[in-house]
């Protein structure tokens, strides 16, 4: 339909044309604003009829949001200026239009008699464009460690901004219960999301939601108050002036419900394909933030726990004795527990069996104690034991059920195993003031214990301390281990999984002593992070490994660079950045091919630790973090430090082939890690099925006795000559 201004004429025919058959929304208005005239596409763009339009104000229809600039653009062409713009409308159907706004002024004898517009619709490509940049937004998000529930409720915000007009919910599933209950909704009524937050019933019957959760399936319902699916919930929806509801189902990779995704409407309404598309966006977004919030909420929990008993591992009882040392002034006990025998029935029965009797083994000491009290997993068959605010009688008491109750026998598939515990128990305050000495002490009674015939405890006293004097002759020996050279360096290569060439080694220290032999790491290295001789024995191991990059040098290997593990006293010397700094300049290395390593304990003291890498940093070298996963595990720092590599640990890549978790932790570490852009190492490879599932998920460099073991320089050399 076409109305024209009696006063505005066009020169001719063709210039009527042009305007009447415009492919784009075209209309004109006088010098108030009033419509005067549109063509049949400004019509069906905007839903109207002549008789809505003929003589109303543009400020009719435009939204408030964008009145304002509407308004400006206005009154600049009514000066005489061509301009253009973006603006929004409200269809007929109470849905948003959005426009791209052309104004030109119509020009005769010098004064501008009124407008010509043009408008053509933005409503899809904006919507578009807005779902791209927030989709980068909440992935960003995740990527730098914000709560699930400020994800959610961003995701939600950004779906009712491009769906213009609905209210978005989540909902999340409670598998425990099979109901759903809200995850977050931001903007719909206080008192409906407080009826949902009671349970949504998951079935083929229970609303939009609990049937999009049932059948996995989206469910449109387009009028609230004429579809059946309603029944139970359609008076508080009605209330609440909820008149449709599309619900989609967000699943997992594995295909297991996580929730839904919800949009609501004031009238009844159907989506279109870009709602649809939308949608589908949304759910995707969310199944991916609960995905990988769930992974690290696993991660966070091994991080904490032994894995296979679920009980506090060191580091959680470290943390609860830590608080208790610091903060009861009561008495305290430590109690070392070692099952005898245990290797018997592990190499007998196989470590299957051996693995199931720890866990109920785990079970039975929990219920031993006190629900104040922490048992931990030490290791292997080892237990030990805080018992808060206690004295010596209840010790017993506890100790003696412990005994009654581990004597009894354990049925695990089929077979009847007994098992017996020795239990040393160190005092506090009598027996030592710190974690480390009193856990030491309760270690030396619980051998005690073993030698008085097993299936007992005893407490620590001071003729027991045979351990202490082992300690001291280590201590004496490694002082002289030194000047003795009696410490040397291996290396294992780390392979880059694409060229499947070795990229850098990583130094690792020995000692050959020349009357005890080798004596593991784990041993002496303890021992010299105590005592601070980790600090001159670091700065050898730096000075070594950087004349070993000379010599990779004058061997043609001038692309591998070298790593070098940092231990936290090291880390936190204050000579650390300056001594490191004058080794490079003595040997003349190329900093960039070295690494060092740091540990997730080193990073508690985030500004200290944040100024101390930055410093390493700037004199060129890399920072790995090592063992990643197994620390304090929040993704959060990765932010603050200048990180470029992390090492999943060994213990999430060893079960990979068989351990669907473990698989799900390692690939998402790797698709962390490069969201912010960092590097990744899988250490501790030792199968083919591992370096495959590695590979497959884009890890960047591997190592482990699968590729090599540690080697002396002489064997690197001849392993990088045959590789």
Known sequence: MMRMAEDINFPNEIYYSLFKNNQDACYGMDLMGNFILYNDAFLELSGYINEDLVGKSFKEFVREPDLATTENHFIAALNGKRTRFETSINHKNGQVVHLQVTNIPIIHDGNVKGLVCSAKDMTDEKRTRKLLDGQNTILEMIAKGHNLNEVLSSLVLLMEDVLDGGLCSILLMDHS??????GTAVNLPSEYNDYINLGVTVGPTSGSCGKAAFTQLPVVVEDIEKDSLWNEHREIALKHNLRACWSYPVLDNQSRTLGTFAVYYPEARKPNQIDMMVIEKATYLTSLALQHYESEKKINFMAYHDELTSLPNRRLFDIKASQALGNNKENLAFLFIDLDRFKVINDTLGHNIGDLLLREVAQRITSCIRRNDTAARQGGDEFIILLDNIMKNEVTKISNRILHTLSAPFYIQGKEIFVTPSIGISMYPEDGRNEGELLRKSDVAMYQAKKDGRNTFRFYDLNMDKEQVEQLKIENELRKALYRNELSLSFQPIIDTKSTKVVAVEALLRWQHHLMGNIPPGKFIPIAEENGLIIPIGQWVIENACRHLSVLDLKGYSHISISINLSIRQFYQPNLVAMVASIIKETEVNPARLNFEITESM??????????????????????????????????????????????????????????????????????????????IGEGVETSEQTEFLLKNGCDMMQGYYFSPPLTEEQLFFYLDEN
């Open 177 to 182: 219960l099979g109901i759903l209950r809200k």
């Open 603 to 680: 990073t508690a003291d985030v500004h200290l630790t944040s100024n101390t890498l930055n410093e390493l940093k700037a004199l060129g070298v890399s920072i790995s973090i090592d063992d990643f996963g197994t620390g304090y595990s929040s993704l959060s720092y990765l932010r603050s430090f200048p990180i470029n590599t992390l090492k999943i640990d060994r213990s999430f890549i060893k079960n990979i082939p068989q351990n669907k978790e473990d698989q799900d932790i390692a690939t998402m570490i790797i698709y962390m890690a490069h969201k912010l852009g960092l590097k990744v």
